[in-house]
């Protein structure tokens, strides 16, 4: 049981350039999130997704877009990568309701140059 | 403004010392609360919820964790750390239907 799993670990892209990043669970979890971590700012929520084919914006959505495609995968895009969106990202998912805890991958560290 | 706000950014401790670690949250209706650790090069982990029930809940690593509604508080502690503790700790509450993090505490455990 792996959980949630995120490729890739690292990344460096040059400004302008595009890329996805994968995300896949393992929990049969309706809701999955996207997040990004910098310093001192805790995590903050970029998209996310209540069910397969569906996906709504959070805290911080711009410059970024999300595909939920099937229940257990779900992209990150960046389609013109800014030195702004260096950071680490975050993959989570969970059952759904309010009370139930989110679960977490591992992160992608993106440098952006 | 921020909703989840956790008082200290660094905490440090030595090894078998007490620790507590402040969060705050403000909402005026009932919620969901939370306390993740995050160990490096990890992603967060749950360490304990309040859901309803009991103000005071326990992990099984040590920690506990008491709900102070009048003072909309959620305080993590430990009696006696290890150096495994060092660790960032984020507070989380579900707001709004989302769930919102504080900005993290650093505990960093010395012998």
């Known amino acids: 049981n792996a959980g949630v799993t995120q490729t890739p670990k690292f990344r460096v892209l040059k400004t302008g350039q595009s890329m996805t990043l994968l995300c896949a669970q393992d929990m049969n979890h309706e809701y999955m999130y996207w997040y990004r971590q910098d310093p001192g700012m805790g995590l903050r929520l970029i998209h996310y997704s209540v069910g397969e084919g569906t996906t709504a914006k959070g805290e911080v959505p711009d410059g970024y877009n999300v595909s939920r495609l099937k229940k257990q995968n779900f992209l990150l895009g960046l389609e013109s990568a800014a030195p702004s969106q260096t950071s680490v990202y975050f993959c989570?998912?969970?059952?759904?309701?309010?009370?139930?805890?989110?679960?977490f991958g591992d992160g992608t560290r993106l440098s952006i140059l | 403004a921020q909703s989840v706000t956790q008082l200290d950014s660094q905490v440090p401790v030595f090894e078998e010392a007490p620790v507590e670690l402040r969060c705050n949250y403000s909402s005026s209706v009932s919620v969901y609360l939370f306390w993740y650790v995050q160990y490096p090069n990890q992603g967060l982990q749950l360490l304990l919820k309040y859901l309803s029930g009991s103000t005071l809940v326990e992990s099984i690593n040590g920690f506990e964790a008491e709900f102070n509604k009048s003072q909309t508080s959620f305080h993590l502690r430990k009696p006696s750390v290890h150096i495994s503790d060092t660790a960032e700790y984020f507070c989380a509450v579900t707001l709004e239907g989302k769930l919102q993090f504080g900005a993290g505490t650093q505990v960093v455990v010395t012998p």
């Open positions: 989570a998912s969970s059952y759904g309701q309010e009370n139930q805890p989110q679960h």
